[in-house]
């Protein structure tokens, strides 16, 4: 199990929500896109995105640490 100070706990935390928000963001988006191009560009915005969502938790998964420790 890797320990992280408190400061690293938030930042990977605010990081992967954020994460999580712009690929929400990207989804909703690309409905409204009718430009072949700029759909192509979102598609693989939207595939990066994952990628660094499935990063950050396989990270978290990898080396046992829980973000969200809830009211102590």
């Known amino acids: 199990m890797r320990v992280l100070a408190e400061s690293e706990m938030l930042s990977l935390r605010e990081m992967l929500q954020m994460e999580t928000n712009a690929l929400a963001k990207a989804r909703a988006t ?4 009718t430009d072949d191009e700029l759909d192509c560009t979102v598609k693989a915005s939207i ?22 420790k809830g009211v102590e």
């Open 47 to 68: 595939m990066a995105g994952e990628k660094r969502v499935k990063g950050i938790q396989q990270f978290i998964s990898e080396n046992n640490i829980l973000v969200d």
């Open 30 to 33: 690309q409905m409204a896109v």
